[in-house]
C-alpha cells in the first residue's frame, strides 16, 4: 500500500501535509530498496491521476480509506504499513 500511497500523494489526490514525498525527490539507484517509491512517487507525478496508481499498484483499500489513515498522521499509517526503507529514519 506504500507505493500507493506515494504515487497517491504525487497526483495530488490526498494531500502531502507532512511533506512526505520530500524523501523521494532525488534520484535512487535500481538497486536500493527506495527505487520503487521513488518511482511510484514519479509516476504519480508525472501523470496527476489517482486512478492509474490504482490500477499500477495493487492496495486493498481505496483511495479515501488511504486518505483516511494517513489523515489520522504519517505515524500512525507507518505503524501498520511500514516499509522497510523507512527504518533508516529516525523519525519514524
Known amino acids: 500500500c506504500y507505493k500507493r500511497l506515494i504515487c ?3 497526483t495530488g489526490a490526498i ?3 507532512d511533506n512526505l514525498l520530500s524523501l523521494f525527490n532525488e534520484e535512487t ?11 511510484a512517487a514519479k509516476l ?3 501523470v ?7 490500477v499500477r499498484y495493487s492496495c486493498p483499500l481505496n483511495n ?3 486518505a483516511k489513515i494517513f ?6 499509517f507507518v505503524l501498520h504499513w511500514k516499509p ?4 533508516d529514519f529516525p523519525f519514524f
Open 8 to 10: 497517491d500523494l504525487a
Open 15 to 17: 494531500p502531502d501535509s
Open 29 to 39: 539507484e535500481v538497486i536500493s530498496p527506495k527505487f520503487e517509491y521513488t518511482t
Open 44 to 46: 504519480g507525478k508525472a
Open 48 to 54: 496527476k491521476n489517482a486512478q492509474v496508481c490504482e
Open 64 to 66: 479515501q480509506e488511504i
Open 71 to 76: 489523515a489520522s498522521g504519517v505515524q500512525h
Open 84 to 87: 522497510s526503507f523507512l527504518e
